[in-house]
């Protein structure tokens, strides 16, 4: 069965650094991964997704992401966070393309230091 | 306009009783789905419908029912609530076609006591 291992439960970064936050999957053909993100008291909103293709995804918000099959990782990054980018972060995959049921990380909370 | 709406975005009850949680998507998707959020953030998938019919059904106890009046309508029922069924459910939509992302709920959050 597949997983994902956010292995940060909690990341403190000050405002203006970079960030990283890591994700690793367990899955055996070629994975869909995602990353979601969830504010306090929301739900989650999509921030970038792999299917193919470059393995370097963009999306929203300035956020980016890797897909390494090498290291089977695809972790989140983003060159200056804003205070507003502290959240939850989650990473998924999809194995069974055509039902789109994601398996979910434990998260990654993000918080912002002045 | 809300896309995918939930409500009751606050549920607390006693042990025992039964409740239930709507959510409504006005985003012509075909699928809907129910998820579960535990206290350590853990998200799980419950249940996943497509076009009123039920394509995913993860190992949740009979007590959850969800029942899906119309392609944009998924309300999950809960009887006999027990205090381990405290958690943040939420309800999202997706398109059929496999590259499409889920859209979710605000989330409801149930407090059984």
């Known amino acids: 069965a597949q997983s994902v291992t956010q292995p940060d439960i909690h990341i403190t970064v000050s405002e203006g650094a970079s960030l990283e936050l890591r994700c690793n999957y367990s899955y055996g053909a070629t994975p869909y991964l995602f990353w979601y993100v969830q504010s306090p008291g929301q739900g989650l909103q999509l921030l970038l997704k792999?299917?193919?293709?470059?393995?370097l995804v963009q999306g929203i918000k300035g956020f980016e992401a890797e897909f390494k099959r090498s290291q089977s990782s695809f972790n989140l990054r983003k060159p200056s966070v804003h205070w507003s980018d502290a959240a939850e972060y989650f990473c998924?995959?999809?194995?069974?393309?055509?039902?789109?049921?994601?398996?979910f990380g434990t998260g990654t909370r993000l918080t912002i230091i002045p | 306009d809300t896309a995918v709406s939930q409500t009751p975005k606050y549920l607390v009850t006693q042990m025992g009783n039964d409740k239930s949680i709507k959510c409504e998507q006005n985003l012509g998707h075909d699928t809907m789905y129910w998820y579960k959020q535990d206290s350590k953030k853990f998200l799980k998938i419950m249940f996943s419908y497509n076009n009123k019919e039920l394509i995913i059904n993860e190992t949740v106890p009979n007590r959850f029912s969800p029942k899906s009046p119309d392609k944009a309508h998924l309300n999950l029922h809960i009887n006999s609530l027990e205090l381990g069924d405290s958690a943040v459910y939420f309800c999202?939509?997706?398109?059929?076609?496999?590259?499409?992302?889920?859209?979710f709920g605000s989330g409801t959050q149930l407090s059984v006591l």
């Open positions: 792999y299917f193919s293709g470059d393995t």
């Open positions: 998924a995959v999809a194995t069974n393309f055509g039902n789109e049921k994601l398996t």
């Open positions: 999202a939509s997706s398109q059929t076609g496999g590259r499409k992302k889920l859209f």
